[in-house]
């Protein structure tokens, strides 16, 4: 049966000859050139840029926030192949992550063990204001957190529960020399928490945005926090060059209300950026003009050398009010709702897109000094001064676009918008504030996202647009479809689509860095030298099995294709077992599984040369239980296999375990 | 892991090294050499394969028995996951290698087991006499493995000569 064709799907025909022509089989009779609308490139000419032949490298790595699956994907760019999976808010099958023993306390918050959240803003660690390669930082949107991912291991080893906060949306972007990670709640609530009623929203509810250091070894500490009005506070990006002691905040519904705000938030003509002076307000907490709030937040760090996650749970936070700190927060009127900050290379403009209204407002910092040395005021709020919009705005960019979401910058003095509503990308000149190009994308895109497009130095080759709609253009799988990445070369004047490919989960915003960056510091294995987890097993000689009353640790080792031990007995139904695995191997890419009948609290584990971890079995009925490994590791995988016998307490077992005793 | 089942089917054959000729256990002690089915092999003496790997040649001398004492706690550290002195465990037993194989062979084989055991003659061919298990890359050093030869010298040199 032939398939319809729909008119959206013209857009496919060219790459699907692209496919094919990648596939060596020149397909005479497909007329592969643009049916026009979405760049003047053929599909072969296409399929050619982004194709990477087997054993080649792509040259970007790509982090994509994974939305409400709380992960992160790592594609390739320009191949858009899905490399890898880094859980961080959520518990993950593949590899154990929050199911074992080691990465459970990952998950802890105030609230107890979360294993989900929702995640939005991969930020890369910057020095001078350029993506260094150590450290992804991305937030939990629901329940607020941070987390720091080292891109060594491209592992999840620190979250941070911030307090007071509440949709943690303005997070995590960090200042030119990664000094902090700002976070911003996204939705106003009573500070501290407590009981009131919600028409009470004006005098009880406050919006605080949260600045966390990160020390030179990554390790993140909630240093301070700035008590705001009760506005929505959406992104955030901090400046960089002359305007590196600054951050900007957007805010929607400074109206204040509480109720239908898809209306009541849409009331003013105008919004705001906030404008921070985290230099300031270092000042201003050295020289102890805080106040102590409440709050109880967890600390969750992973130590690579005992490969184990530790929770720490601090209390109480310092909290700036901008009336009593002059010179710390000013108010930046921004069209309508405004969406995404973004600050362009040179550190000076400041481009604030109104979601609600069609042009774009881009501001100067230079004006923004001038103007707040001149007192070029127009009134204040909740004690922080309101800048006059004329006196600050550098130019507005007239698009013709609808729904103006997020900027990013190339290494050409060029801007790109995403338009939401509109559905396209438009690239415009810094300076001039003229549209140079516009291409329309599939369907309404959020971020979008140009290699280092948010720092000092773009590597302006490709963007990459993340849209939020994509029926029809893949094959369909029921009402749920995947998310669609977009894919642009940006080197020449005019946009060039090359390639779409769906995505996992809903990005929002994605980050990339070259490969030649992050390659070197690649971690290949885990020295087993350098492991100092508790309860490693460094050679089959020293595994064991401990009782201590009805908890039963076994300390095991794996390597292709044994378990020692593989035959355990005296267990019984009660206790609760604890498998503490080390994989003895240290070749790269040597990874073992380990998972044993009938556990239902967890999952399984997958180890990493050289790693140990736990994991906690709770027998629920006498007999014998095969455990295996799970990833196929050898010639006598299928091999990898032992038993534990689990016996009745009223029988009398030894407990006894061994490895080759016939 | 998946590009290495890819590997792993190619080689199905199995993989194993260092001297142990017979997968029957009982005839560890075997000192007849990897004579037979691999025709590439089968009529060379064993002592000339070097093998293939960072090790051109290795100046034996008297028994240094602190380096063998080295090697001794490598390899109680590293081997025996898979190897006894004295009897066949997942690999072959590794008393008297020393006289079956070439010191450069048995360094090439620690330091580089995963292209020995696609090229060179002996180790295939071992390889179609062991049950497959793999011999796994330790990444030890030049060093590491010249220690542990010297380990396996003062093991076969105190077993005297069988």
Redesign the interface.
């Known amino acids: 049966m032939k398939p319809k064709i729909f008119p959206q799907q013209k857009q496919l025909i060219p790459l699907f000859c692209g496919i094919i022509t990648i596939a060596g089989l020149l397909l005479s009779s497909c007329n592969s050139h643009s049916s026009g609308g979405q760049g003047a490139i053929s599909a072969q000419e296409a399929a050619q840029q982004v194709y990477v032949a087997p054993g080649q490298y792509d040259e970007f790595y790509a982090f994509m926030s994974g939305g409400y699956n709380g992960q992160v994907s790592v594609y390739g760019l320009p191949s858009g192949r899905l490399f890898k999976i880094i859980p961080v808010f959520s518990q993950n099958p593949e590899n154990g992550y929050g199911y074992s023993e080691e990465t459970k306390p990952l998950l802890m918050t105030s609230y107890g063990f979360i294993p989900w959240d929702d995640a939005h803003h991969p930020e890369l660690s910057q020095t001078d204001g350029i993506p260094d390669g150590r450290w992804l930082f991305i937030n939990a949107n629901n329940t607020p957190r941070v987390a720091r991912i080292d891109l060594k291991t491209f592992e999840t080893v620190e979250t941070i529960e911030i307090p007071n906060s509440a949709g943690n949306h303005s997070s995590p972007f960090v200042t030119e020399n990664t000094e902090y990670v700002v976070a911003g709640t996204r939705f106003s609530v009573p500070i501290p928490q407590k009981d009131v009623p919600i028409a009470s929203y004006k005098q009880n509810f406050g919006g605080v945005l949260s600045f966390i250091k990160v020390a030179p070894s990554g390790d993140m500490d909630l240093a301070f926090q700035v008590m705001m009005p009760g506005f929505d506070y959406d992104l955030a990006h901090a400046g960089k060059g002359k305007s590196k002691d600054w951050v900007f905040f957007t805010c929607y519904n400074s109206e204040e209300a509480h109720t239908l705000l898809e209306v009541n938030a849409s009331q003013r003509d105008k919004d705001f950026v906030a404008a921070i002076n985290w230099k300031k307000a270092e000042e201003y907490v050295q020289q102890g003009k805080y106040h102590e709030f409440p709050g109880t937040y967890y600390d969750n760090r992973f130590d690579t050398s005992t490969q184990t996650a530790h929770s720490y749970v601090h209390q109480g936070v310092k909290v700036l009010i901008p009336s009593e700190c002059p010179g710390l927060v000013y108010f930046i009127p921004a069209p309508k709702s405004p969406h995404g900050v973004d600050v362009d290379p040179s550190g000076n403009y400041i481009v604030a897109n109104g979601k609600l209204s069609a042009d774009l407002s881009v501001f100067s910092f230079d004006k923004i000094q001038q103007a707040i040395q001149q007192k070029q005021f127009d009134g204040e709020v909740n004690g922080i001064p309101v800048l006059k919009f004329d006196a600050v705005l550098a130019g507005i960019v007239k698009s013709g676009g609808l729904g103006p979401l997020h900027t990013e910058f190339d290494d050409k003095g060029n801007a790109y918008t995403t338009f939401f509503i509109s559905s396209e990308v438009v690239k415009w000149k810094l300076g001039t504030w003229q549209v140079e190009d516009r291409q329309p994308t599939f369907y309404s895109p959020g971020h979008l996202m140009i290699p280092g497009g948010d720092s000092r130095k773009p590597w302006g080759k490709y963007l990459v647009a993340l849209n939020k709609i994509t029926k029809d253009r893949y094959l369909p799988t029921g009402p749920e479809l995947c998310q669609s990445a977009q894919l642009f070369d940006i080197s020449g004047d005019k946009m060039k689509l090359l390639l779409d490919f769906p995505t996992v989960g809903e990005p929002h915003y994605a980050q990339a860095i070259p490969a030649s960056i992050l390659m070197p510091r690649s971690d290949k ?1 885990y020295q087993l030298a350098s492991n100092h987890n508790p309860y490693v097993t ?4 020293d595994a064991k099995v401990v009782r201590k009353g009805k908890r039963v640790d076994v300390y095991m ?1 794996e ?4 378990f ?1 031990p593989d035959n355990i007995e005296g267990i019984y139904l009660g206790d609760t077992v604890y498998f503490h695995v080390t994989n ?4 790269w ?3 073992h599984g380990f998972a044993v009948e009938g556990n239902r609290e967890n999952a399984e584990l997958l180890l990493m040369p050289g790693q140990t971890k736990t994991l906690k079995w709770v027998p629920v009925r006498v007999g014998v239980f095969p455990f295996y490994c799970t ?6 995988h299928q091999e990898m296999q032992g038993y534990v016998r689990v016996s009745s307490p009223n029988d009398n077992v030894a407990l006894t375990w061994s490895t ?1 005793k016939e | ?5 890819n590997t ?1 089917l190619f ?2 054959v ?2 194993w090294f260092i001297g142990c000729h017979s997968s029957n256990p009982a005839s560890q002690q075997a000192t007849e050499n990897v004579t037979a089915p691999a025709a590439s092999a089968s009529t060379a003496n064993p002592l000339d394969d070097k093998g293939i790997g960072p090790v051109q040649s290795v100046q034996l001398g008297a028994i240094q028995p602190e380096l063998a004492k080295k090697g001794e706690t490598i390899f ?3 081997c ?3 190897h006894r002195i004295d009897s066949r ?2 690999g072959p037993a590794l008393k008297g290698v020393t006289r079956r194989q070439a010191p450069e062979w048995i360094m090439n084989m620690i330091l580089n087991p995963d292209v020995m055991i696609q090229q060179d003659p002996i180790a295939k061919q071992l390889v179609g006499e062991s ?4 011999m ?4 030890l050093s030049e060093d590491e493995a010249r220690a542990l030869l010297e380990y396996l010298r003062s093991v076969d040199d105190s077993s005297s000569s069988k």
Do not use: P
């Open positions: 294995i460094r050679t089959e000689k080792t390597i292709r294709s044994h020692v003895l191997e240290q070749d890419d040597a990874a990833d196929f590791c050898s010639a006598l080759g | 892991m998946k590009k290495k089942l792993l080689l199905i199995g993989l109680n550290e590293k025996t996951a898979c465990y997942i049950n497959g298990a793999v796994a890359n330790l990444h």
